[in-house]
């Protein structure tokens, strides 16, 4: 499980979104309405759900429940009970204040809902670091290929898995096709071992010089690598035995 920390360095993306009020202010506005929701249908503990809120609106990051608790644990002890603290939050998103984001192979996070404003993700497979973007090009091109399916769009996420800058700079120039990512696309650079791998590799079609794409490396079960349209198994010695670079860019020929 990675650290929340380490998931929330980074400055916030600006939101796609009207010209919108100071953080302080909006946070402030989110609170009294966030109250007279609470009021309105006589909801327990308001007060202390308040100090939650305003515990949650002064972190500008994403939130697992785990990294809450560490705050709360340090700023307001008393709060700490992560039943309370997790209805609590569920009934931020179902209010509209904040929102819960599952993204694979993570824990859930919570974001702030500020209305009317809207950003992506982008999010490292390898640390879990999540990047916000807003892009109006991105935006309306979505708009526009719906509307050419004549569908009518009412929400959307966009999340896009891959490598962060960090993790991406802390790699090896080749690295053993066992390390590859999910999704990647790499070139074999050099098969370590004698002729009799050269000749396994070879009988599958596999040479210095050829593009894969990684389509599933997981703990559990073979290396799937797809070569040509063909998707062949590889073994975890074999693997260790294929260095590899991260060359092919997506839509570059192999
Ligand atoms: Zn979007
Ligand atoms: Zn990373
Ligand atoms: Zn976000």
């Given at each position: 499980m990675f650290d929340f920390f380490r998931s929330v360095k980074g400055k916030r993306a600006k939101d796609v979104?009207?010209?919108?009020?100071?953080p302080q202010t909006q946070h402030q506005q989110e609170r009294e309405q966030f109250q007279e929701v609470l009021q309105s249908f006589n909801a327990s503990r308001i007060e202390e759900r308040l100090k939650v809120l305003d515990i949650f609106l002064s972190v500008e990051e994403h939130l697992t429940l785990s990294g809450l608790e560490g705050i709360i644990r340090e700023k307001?002890?008393?709060?700490?009970?992560r039943e309370f603290l997790k209805e609590t939050m569920e009934m931020f998103c179902q209010f509209g204040f904040a929102q819960k984001q599952v993204f694979e192979t993570q824990e859930p996070v919570y974001e702030h809902h500020h209305l009317g404003m809207h950003h992506d993700h982008f999010i490292c497979t390898r640390c879990g670091k999540i990047q916000e973007f807003a892009n109006q090009n991105l935006e309306r091109l979505q708009h526009e290929i719906a509307r050419q399916f004549q569908f009518h769009p009412l929400q959307h996420k966009m999340e896009i898995y891959g490598l962060c800058a960090a993790c991406m700079a802390q790699r090896e120039p080749a690295l053993s096709l066992q390390y590859a990512a999910n999704g990647e696309r790499v070139r074999i650079v050099t098969i370590l071992g004698g002729r009799e791998v050269q000749a396994r590799l070879g009988d599958m079609?596999?040479?210095?010089g050829a593009c894969l794409e990684i389509v599933s490396n997981h703990s559990s079960g073979p290396l799937i690598v797809a070569n040509k349209g063909a998707r062949l198994a590889i073994n975890a010695g074999l693997a260790q035995k294929i260095m590899v670079s991260h060359v092919c860019r997506h839509g570059e020929e192999s």
């Open positions: 979104g009207p010209e919108g009020l100071d307001r002890p008393e709060l700490l009970d079609g596999l040479a210095v």
